[in-house]
């Protein structure tokens, strides 16, 4: 005999998603506030080698070690914890003719400091968010490149451009001034910049020796999210509870459950079902003949145990077949009441449809099948907690069976997600899901004080 599973039952598995599904990620970020540099950045290898500069000394580029973390000039008389700490780069003056006493001719790059993205390459048409504060000791001009890695430019232009504020036009060079500044750019990577994995910002465009400082150094890009998912419905084809049958506009407690599997008859569309199933478009109308003759007179709902938003990722699986081959179709609706409960004429009553093709099709075969689906929310199903399949395109009586019904979320959008000690500490009763009543919070889903409770 089979297990039998109650509303709710929560395992978690880790899945890939799949390609559109992607979220940035800050693969160098921080915030002054998160004091990602600080006095002891200059001894974190895994931090300060994303950052290296370098200069070109008598036709040879030196290495200047990884940068310097310093502490902030202005914050030069507090102490080493309130202080905030930055990225300092030191450019040289200019070398003088030793015949001629005039300085020398320079590239903007014989003093470079380059931001590299660990073990990432940018690919193409990739979105990414690129943002740090700039400013030097003298005011200073800076240009910037796109290197493949550092010291190995790439024939393409700058992955800095932005709007400078107040400017109307965009602009790959750095205008630095002794009060700190906030670059911002938001852009997508073009066809000639894949492969690249560096900003290189060129720090020889004045001939004077200056200090360069940077922070907030935040360079985020897109990676395929990986979904965390919670089973948040099973039903093994005995638990009625939770599922509803609407004939018209009747909500009925037609489903059966037969040999472990639920079972919807469809409608007789030779059969006139006047006084047994109210029907009819106008509320204030009285009870119409029933005339059959679209996909939805026959729906079976699933009812999830919480509303899901707009845009949020779900999948379901399910087992499932029919007498007859049959194809059926999905929709989205709000949540469905419980069996028996019958729709009042104003339409008043839950259940209410909100969208079509949430799922699409489902073909039902005269065998059994297993099939998964992974839904995103659309904009007008916001709010919906039913998946609904009409069962009436075939136009026939018709059984259809479903079994195995699995829902999951992903763990980000489980109601209810907080620190256990805190929940044990205000909790009277605490239950599983099963329903039996437990001594502490398990990992998972609880009910606590009669509230979803989720324990990482």
Request: glycine share 6%.
């Amino acid at each position: 005999m089979k297990k039998f599973f109650t509303l709710i039952a929560v395992a978690l598995v880790a899945f890939s998603a799949s390609a559109e599904d992607e979220v940035l990620v800050d693969f160098i970020g921080g915030f002054a506030n998160d004091k990602m540099f600080n006095k002891s950045s200059n001894d974190d290898a895994d931090l300060m080698s994303h950052f290296k500069s370098t200069e070109w000394i008598d036709g040879a580029q030196v290495a200047v070690a990884q940068s310097r973390v310093v502490k902030d000039p202005n914050d030069e008389g507090m102490s080493d914890r309130l202080a905030n700490w930055c990225i300092q780069v030191s450019s040289r003056t200019a070398p003088v003719n030793e015949e001629t006493g005039e300085v020398e001719s320079t590239n903007p790059w014989e003093s470079q400091f380059f931001i590299t993205l660990p073990g990432t390459e940018l690919e193409a048409n990739k979105k990414y968010v690129f943002t740090m504060r700039i400013k030097a000791d003298k005011p200073a001009k800076g240009s910037t490149q796109t290197h493949t890695t550092p010291g190995s430019y790439k024939q393409c232009p700058s992955l800095i451009s932005y709007t400078p504020e107040g400017e109307s036009s965009a602009t790959s060079d750095l205008n630095f001034t002794t009060e700190w500044q906030t670059i911002k750019v938001e852009a997508t990577v073009a066809s000639n910049q894949a492969g690249a994995s560096t900003i290189a910002i060129n720090l020889a465009e004045s001939k004077e020796a200056n200090n360069y400082y940077f922070d907030d150094i935040q360079w985020s890009i897109p990676v395929p999210k990986v979904y965390e998912w919670v089973n948040i419905y099973e039903n093994d084809g005995t638990d009625l509870s939770t599922v509803s049958v609407k004939y018209f506009r009747n909500y009925t407690d037609e489903a059966k459950s037969v040999d472990g599997a639920i079972v919807v008859t469809s409608l007789d569309p030779e059969k006139d079902y006047t006084g047994t199933y109210y029907y009819s478009d106008d509320a204030d109308t009285e009870e119409q003949p029933a005339v059959l003759g679209r996909d939805w007179d026959t729906q079976f709902l699933i009812s999830l145990p919480m509303p899901l938003e707009a845009g949020q990722k779900f999948k379901f699986s399910m087992k499932y077949w029919a007498d007859k081959n049959a194809n059926t179709n999905t929709q989205a609706h709000s949540a469905a009441p419980a069996p028996g409960f019958i729709e009042g004429a104003n339409h008043s009553g839950a259940g209410t449809y909100l969208w079509y093709s949430l799922a699409g099709d489902v073909a039902f075969t005269t065998e059994p099948q297993t099939k998964e689906w992974t839904v995103t929310v659309p904009d007008n199903a916001a709010g919906m907690q039913a998946i609904c399949f009409n069962l009436d395109v075939l136009r026939e009586v018709n059984n259809y069976y479903f079994d195995d019904i699995v829902v999951y979320v992903d763990q980000d959008n489980v109601p209810t997600a907080i620190n256990s000690f805190k929940a044990e500490k205000a909790a009277k009763t605490i239950y599983n899901v099963a329903g039996q009543q437990i001594k502490s919070l398990q990992k998972g889903l609880n009910i606590v004080n009669g509230e979803k409770v989720y324990v990482k």
